[in-house]
């Protein structure tokens, strides 16, 4: 007999998070626990309004379920959270029934630490220098940004705030593509590396004509393995994230199928504790950006935690996940 649960648990932030769709003041979460043969694993989820998803019609999505496989979990729900935490609770299942840690039954070399952003939250440039200043020790900063020539005042002032960091930024699909012509070579000259879903997603095709000069990443246009016909010529770097491709086992085939269509990778998360973050360390092992910093951003976190140091983000202890 197998069993599904599923809890609604909330992480109050460390502070105000803001993107150019709002500000929020917790992670709101939905945990999945799996449970048969006398073992039990389990997985987290971020639903996410953008995509239609709400805390109810994420669990009702896990509570709809009888038995299932990964396999069979990918015919039953759709890409989205709720697959993603249920296929991850699986994994953590078959890890602990198997006594083997999941890099091992994915097949997977044993995964390191990796170098990961920290995101600074949108705010005015005199406050984004400010956070700049007290991270400036990260070796990545991840800059959410508004949609408008206020732009280039916040990243000249996290610059100023961190002169030595790398800095991607994040659009949230606030830019048009006449905003990317001005934007980008002033961006580029502050020492940007990348830029995520400038324009909106299904508004996008006017990347195919311009001069990308500061590199794009899909984001909301990207989900799964068949999002990636429609970005061929328009993004350079795909943002592969667990809650949009509906767990583990779909983000391993979407890593494998972008790098071989010629795009780089990068790992993201949305806001949510180390037990979201885990899985997703597996996927990133050796992408080009890492962004896994959704635990740093809480005032509370699971336990164990996921360990974060100088070397990056550690794949987590078996009694974290997998």
Known sequence: MMEISVNRDVFPLAQVFRISRGARTEAQVITARVSAGG??????????????????????QIESLGAVDRASLAEALPPGAARNAVDCALWDLEAK???????????????????????????????????????????????????GEEDVARIEAVRAGAPSARIIVDANEGWSA????????VLVRLGVEMV?????????????????????CADESCHDRASLPGLKGKYDMVNIKLDKTGGMTEALAL???????????MMGCMVGSSLAMAPAVLVAQGAVVVDLDGPLLLAEDRDPPLRYDGAGVHPSEAALWG
């Open 97 to 147: 029934r198997a006594g083997k840690r999941a890099w091992q039954l994915a097949g997977l070399p044993k995964p390191g630490p990796e170098i990961t952003a920290y995101t600074l939250s949108l705010d005015d440039p005199a406050k984004m220098r400010a956070q700049a200043a007290e991270h400036a020790h990260r070796p990545l900063l991840k800059t959410k940004l508004g949609g």
């Open 178 to 185: 006449d905003l990317y012509k001005t934007l980008a070579p």
């Open 196 to 216: 995520e879903q400038p324009l909106p997603a299904g508004e996008d095709d006017a990347l195919r004509e311009l001069d990308r000069v500061l590199p794009v």
């Open 39 to 60: 073992a039990s694993g389990w997985g987290e989820c971020v639903p996410y309004a953008r995509y239609g998803e709400s805390l109810e019609s994420v669990a009702a």
């Open 255 to 265: 890593r494998e199928a972008a790098l071989a269509e010629g795009f780089q990778v």
